[in-house]
């Protein structure tokens, strides 16, 4: 018998380096968190919503584009002052109209998703850190705000980040897919009432 043929086997994945954080960064710190729970969120089968970022690029486009033609649009200045005056003005709107958007649809909101099959609204994930503080709150609430539906954990970042900067992972993932079953749980008996988890007593 001859030689058996060579079988091309696929490269094993590479896990990807862990995040080493500077602990004194809190902006790091929870971006971190707030990452690692879009993660968790969007592999147990929810997808995001691009909706709100569509249109943010969207009115930001329109009024680079309005401050452009002002400057190079045709006629020199103070011969086009009228037409340079409306395009100060709808650049002012545009970017108020922006403003108050990104207010009303997003918040502090870092996460908005579709529904899942057979939910009739998706997440809104938000969450909370304040400057010098180590107390960090994590929400998912309903993606309708008029609905009084959310669940939050709030907790200590030193319960989940290691002191050489790296962040426990497996736990701080464990606890968000928790809250994540809480809110769903919540979410099928249309219970509005708001509750708290505390992942210091949580497995």
Known sequence: MGPRPVVAT???EQQ??????????????????????SEVILQSGY?????ISNVKITLGL??????????FGPGKFPANWSAVVYCVAAYCVLNLVLIIFCNIK???????????????????VASRMERYSDQYTLIISSANKWLDREVKMETSVTDYFHSDGYLAEAKYKHHVAKLLSQYERL???????????NPGKQD
């Open 10 to 12: 696929a490269p094993a």
């Open 187 to 197: 979410d099928a008996s249309s219970d509005p009432r708001p509750k708290a988890l």
């Open 47 to 51: 997808v995001e919503d691009h909706l």
């Open 106 to 124: 997003e918040g502090d909101s870092f996460l908005i998703t579709h529904p899942k099959p057979g939910s009739e609204y998706g997440l809104r």
């Open 16 to 37: 990807p380096e862990p995040e080493k954080i500077n602990l004194d960064d809190g902006h790091a710190i929870k971006h971190k968190l707030d990452s690692t729970a």
């Open 62 to 71: 329109i009024a680079i584009a309005v401050a452009i033609y002002s400057h």
